[in-house]
């Protein structure tokens, strides 16, 4: 397990949580928190968008790092899982991840609203670390990917 405290710390509970993966998730929550000024408000409410944005930034990250060919890997999705939980969302989410980042060639410079929600509701009903529920929240109408472009903004200037 990691987080980030109100002092805008990460976290670790063990040093087996030392890895990779945990610390590109927080570091986009980081992001989100300044984005959305955390620090300044109870931001409860947005958990659930915040996961499901974490879970698309990884997503758009490894459909570039495989140049758009999602029907040829097999891999599990962040947002919308692998294999048979896959089948009733791939078309229209690779549809949507190919338009965003030109076929798989660039980081996207700016993300659909509706597909954004959208997705945010599949996310919810299909995740099971991070179901919809009283705790998580999706399709929430104000919570706009301001990190997600913070990041790919960044990704976008700084490594050419
Ligand atoms: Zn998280």
Known sequence: MAGVSNKGNLMFNTRGDIQAQNLKH???????????????????????????EVALVQDILYFVEIKGKADEVAHHWAAVGSGEELEPYREEYFTWLRKMTNNGTSYPHNIDDISFMDFSKIFGATSREYPASSAYIYGTPNYRPYALEELFRQANENCK
Not at 26 to 52: A, C, P, S, V
């Open 26 to 52: 927080e570091w986009i929550h980081l992001t989100q928190y300044q984005k959305h000024n955390r620090f300044n408000k109870n931001i409860d409410d947005i958990q659930g968008m915040m996961e499901w």
